[in-house]
């Protein structure tokens, strides 16, 4: 999972993997395009999701991508700088990655 900030508006989180669902395989390859609205006065970004978009060998069917994806509105992500070019990226309940700058 790659985690991009693009501009203070725009961001996009590229997934890439595998899933195995009851015995059938299937590839995860595919971009999620985030918008962010803005802070909340705890610092968090308040995003929306504005379009998933797969690549030709991503073979999720969408009724589990849909029971996969969470579905609430606006997320809340907070961007920590640990050290350096390090960074922790959480929600409201716990980290999600520990990722390094480009």
Excluded: W
């Amino acid at each position: 999972m790659v985690f991009r900030i693009s501009s203070a508006t725009e961001g996009r989180v590229s997934q890439i993997g595998s899933l195995n669902i009851q015995g059938k395989h299937y590839a995860v390859d595919r971009n999620v395009v985030l918008n962010f609205i803005g802070k909340d006065r705890d610092g968090y970004l308040q995003t929306r999701r504005l379009a998933i978009v797969k690549n030709k060998n991503d073979n999720v069917p969408d009724d589990i991508t849909e029971l996969l994806m969470s579905q609430q509105d606006i997320f809340y992500y907070k961007v920590i700088r640990i050290a350096g070019n390090v960074y922790a990226i959480r929600d409201l309940r716990r980290t999600l990655m520990v990722c390094r700058a480009a």
